[in-house]
Nanobody
Framework: QVQLVESGGGLVQPGGSLRLSCVAS????????MGWYRQAPGKQRELVAVMSSGGITNYADSVKGRFTVSRNNAKNTVYLQMNSLEAEDTAVYYC????????WGQGTQVTVSS
């Protein structure tokens, strides 16, 4: 059974930082591209950042220079370091694994507010 479990969300003030983690089980983690997506209320889910199995990264323009995606294949974990957070970053953040089939986590809430 495949599971992706996100953690690390919470309430943070504008300008603050959070680090999200996503632990995967039931897949050969190193073969999968791992991505972070987010969905704000009333909006469509959008790509935030993705890292291929080979370590190539891609970011949404809105987070370039502020967010960093990384992975530890030995721990079956992908991370999203989020700095200089803005109110517009408020959303539920989802982890996704992509290879022969896509799998999604359940999401973690990030709220940026003073």
């Amino acid at each position: 059974q495949v599971q992706l479990v996100e953690s690390g969300g919470g309430l943070v003030q504008p300008g603050g930082s959070l680090r999200l983690s996503c632990v995967a089980s039931g897949i050969t983690f190193s073969l999968y591209a791992m991505g972070w997506y987010r969905q704000a209320p009333g909006k469509q889910r959008e790509l935030v950042a993705v890292m291929s199995s080979g370590g190539i990264t891609n970011y949404a323009d809105s987070v370039k220079g502020r967010f960093t995606v990384s992975r530890n294949n030995a721990k079956n974990t992908v991370y999203l370091q989020m700095n200089s957070l803005e109110a517009e970053d408020t959303a539920v953040y989802y982890c996704k694994s992509t290879w022969l089939k896509d799998y999604w986590g359940q999401g973690t809430q990030v709220t940026v507010s003073s």
